[in-house]
């Protein structure tokens, strides 16, 4: 973890990493080692110290700490207050370690009063009994929660996968199989520093992972041109999420980029983007592999209420979605994750995450209808499953583009036969002013 976090820091700028050594008191028991971060936090703090008095300005230094190492940057940061009267610039915590520091007081565990800024990545938040090892509640001044901050894609392979990632190591490849969703803080944190694109790992503020997923919190933006860090603009647009204190929802990158929002370069100064706020919990999707960042889409359609719809009396499947942008096409996405029933008129909103394929120019939808051969009443003998669509629309959150489309003469959606769409008519949109 270390040689790879400091390559890839170094890659990105002229910096000095210095890193933390205390695998002689990281080791079992578990109890022991909670107690000796505290010994090694007031150690840290006075190294800190040496360099702030050789010139070194506090602001400028970030502490990175995974697990137990994230509340040993807490501890450093509350000494360096405490003895030195010196706050950090920042603290990233990474999947902070829960045994011994949930629902603790912020003086025992990381907190975002350790330094000016504190960004926090949940990935593994199930209960300690059911096997979670992260914190679940919100302790930094922004809190991202990827897929929900507990099942990570990728994370249910088998042992003799993960053995064969870690090139043959047994020991490794078990320390990932018991730990995967633990460890893919960092993994995500090391891809997000020197990632390709402006947008990569970008979340969105919203109550709830359930909500995020439904797309209630997609559009995060007003009608003003914004500049955010990192060196791309974003138009923002409609509002849905309620505002904080009048504040617009918040839209930032995970990982190494998170304080993009702060500031931003205005004739040649760095000025504040937004003011500062606590416990933001943000969400986000991402893929199963390398380098696990996704684009995400809100997806709304409607089943159409033609008299070939009514007729037909809906449809039981999972719908999915193909996307076509100036700069590729994704696969085929589930809107779904299991078969349900679409009524005619009824409404469906939902995020999906994909391939980034630039501006969107057109969409294919498909059907896909799963039969039992055990349950009788699945099987479809004289007619193929099918849907009536009235229209399509598609939202980029990062790039904020939208395409509203419609099926080509009203025609359905026919298991196994993917259906173009076409840019709508108002004839075609025969039923969307009923709901």
């Known amino acids: 973890m270390?040689?790879?976090?400091?390559?890839?820091?170094?890659?990105?700028?002229?910096?000095?990493?210095?890193?933390?050594?205390?695998?002689?008191?990281?080791?079992?028991?578990?109890?022991?080692?909670?107690?000796?971060?505290r010994v090694v936090g007031v150690i840290t703090a006075h190294l800190i110290n040496?360099?702030?008095?050789?010139?070194?300005?506090?602001?400028?230094?970030?502490?990175?700490?995974?697990?137990?190492?994230?509340h040993l940057g807490g501890y450093?940061?509350?000494?360096?207050?405490?003895?030195?009267h010196s706050k950090l610039g920042r603290i990233t915590g990474l999947d902070p370690a829960e045994p011994h520091f949930g629902d603790t007081l912020p003086v025992v565990r990381l907190d975002y009063t350790d330094a000016e800024f504190v960004d926090i990545i949940h990935t593994d938040t199930s209960r300690f009994i059911t096997g979670g090892l992260g914190m679940r509640e919100p302790i930094g001044h922004v809190d991202f929660y990827p897929n929900g901050g507990v099942?990570?894609?990728?994370?249910?392979?088998?042992?003799?996968?993960y053995i064969s990632m870690e090139r043959g190591s047994i020991f490794g490849g078990l320390r990932r199989f018991l730990s995967c969703n633990h460890l893919r803080s960092y993994e995500?944190?090391?891809?997000?520093?020197?990632?390709?694109?402006?947008?990569?790992?970008m979340a969105a503020e919203c109550p709830s992972w359930k909500e995020f997923q439904n797309g209630t919190c997609f559009s995060c933006f007003n009608d003003v041109q914004t500049l955010t860090g990192g060196g791309y603009g974003i138009k923002r647009r409609s509002v849905e999420v309620?505002?904080?204190?009048?504040?617009?929802?918040?839209?930032?990158k995970m990982g190494f980029h998170a304080d993009a929002y702060l500031?931003?370069?205005?004739?040649?100064?760095?000025?504040?983007?937004?003011?500062?706020?606590?416990?933001?919990q943000l969400f986000l999707m991402t893929g199963a592999e390398k380098p696990f960042w996704k684009h995400h889409y809100r997806v709304q359609f409607q089943v159409s209420c033609s008299e070939e719809s009514l007729n037909h009396n809906g449809e039981v499947g999972i719908p999915r979605i193909i996307l076509h942008g100036d700069r590729g096409t994704t696969e085929s996405m589930p809107l779904t994750n299991r078969q349900q029933y679409f009524g005619p008129g009824s409404m469906h909103r939902m995020t999906v995450a994909g391939e980034n394929v630039g501006v969107i120019k057109n969409v294919t939808m498909e059907w896909q209808y799963n039969m039992s051969f055990i349950n009788i009443?699945?099987?479809?003998?004289?007619?193929?499953?099918?849907?009536?669509?009235?229209?399509?629309?598609?939202e980029s959150l990062e790039i904020g583009d939208s395409l509203t489309v419609c099926p080509p003469e009203g025609k359905p959606v026919i298991s196994g036969i993917s259906k173009k769409m076409v840019h709508c008519t108002k004839e075609m949109v025969e039923c969307s002013e009923k709901d």
């Open 188 to 201: 995500y944190f090391i891809h997000s520093i020197n990632a390709d694109s402006g947008t990569a790992f």
């Open 242 to 252: 309620p505002a904080v204190r009048d504040q617009p929802p918040l839209c930032t």
């Open 263 to 280: 500031k931003v370069s205005f004739e040649g100064r760095t000025i504040h983007a937004q003011p500062m706020r606590k416990h933001v």
């Open 50 to 70: 040496q360099l702030l008095n050789m010139g070194v300005r506090p602001e400028r230094i970030h502490f990175i700490g995974h697990s137990l190492g994230a």
């Open 377 to 394: 009443l699945s099987w479809r003998i004289i007619t193929s499953p099918r849907i009536y669509l009235s229209w399509v629309s598609v």
């Open 76 to 84: 450093v940061g509350h000494n360096l207050q405490r003895m030195f």
């Open 151 to 161: 099942e990570q894609p990728g994370c249910d392979e088998g042992m003799k996968d």
């Open 2 to 37: 270390f040689q790879r976090l400091t390559g890839e820091l170094l890659k990105n700028r002229d910096a000095n990493v210095v890193v933390v050594d205390w695998s002689g008191g990281s080791n079992p028991p578990y109890t022991q080692a909670v107690a000796n971060i």
